[in-house]
């Protein structure tokens, strides 16, 4: 999971306190103190669940993530003796805010890469191939002059197969070998 309910609180927290005095913020952990009793008290509670409802314990875990947030948000502005919270002036909240981003960015890359490889994997082809025994000795004998398996000179034979427009399938001569090995830099 990318987003803790830490996370989640934080931003939204960060969000919904912006230009909020410091009143409204503590109107704001008051509301929190009783949404974690409430949520606390459902997790106690053995009357059934409907299929559809949240998980009990995440959103307790949310309320308590939500109530630590608007109590430090609360101390930041005592602290600093802002009239109003302004999160670009929260060097704690800048802080995660930057560190959330930095988590997003990774995961969107990660997924994109992870994408790409699935697409590639969809394009990818493994096929049993049975030959006659002529052209099976043909590819055996190709195999065995340039020291190859017969499996390794087919891949570089279907990677040199072109289509023209027509559909005619064709394969430009070429000499199987393995490819030249780069040799160190002194």
Do not use: N
């Not at 987003?3 to 409204?24: C, F, P």
């Not at 101390?75 to 930057?98: E, F, I, N």
Request: charged share 35%; with cysteine; proline share 5%.
């Amino acid at each position: 999971m990318i987003w803790t309910s830490e996370d989640v609180a934080r931003d939204q927290v960060r969000r919904q306190a912006a230009g909020m005095t410091l009143r409204e913020v503590e109107q704001a952990v008051d509301t929190a103190v009783v949404r974690v009793r409430e949520t606390r008290e459902e997790l106690r509670s053995p009357a059934p669940r409907g299929e559809f409802a949240a998980d009990p314990q995440e959103l307790a875990d949310r309320w308590a993530a939500l109530l630590t947030e608007w109590r430090r948000v609360a101390a930041h502005l005592h602290a600093s003796g802002a009239g109003v919270y302004d999160g670009d002036l929260d060097k704690t909240g800048c802080a995660w805010a930057r560190e959330r981003e930095e988590r997003r960015s990774t995961a969107l890359r990660e997924h994109a890469a992870w994408m790409e490889r699935q697409r590639e994997k969809r394009d990818e082809l493994q096929a049993d191939l049975w030959l006659g025994a002529a052209p099976g000795r043909r590819i055996r004998t190709a195999a065995a002059l340039a020291g190859l398996t017969p499996i390794e000179v087919l891949a570089q034979l279907v990677e040199r197969v072109s289509v023209d427009d027509d559909g005619a399938v064709s394969v430009a001569p070429f000499t199987p070998g393995r490819p030249p090995v780069a040799s160190e830099e002194r």
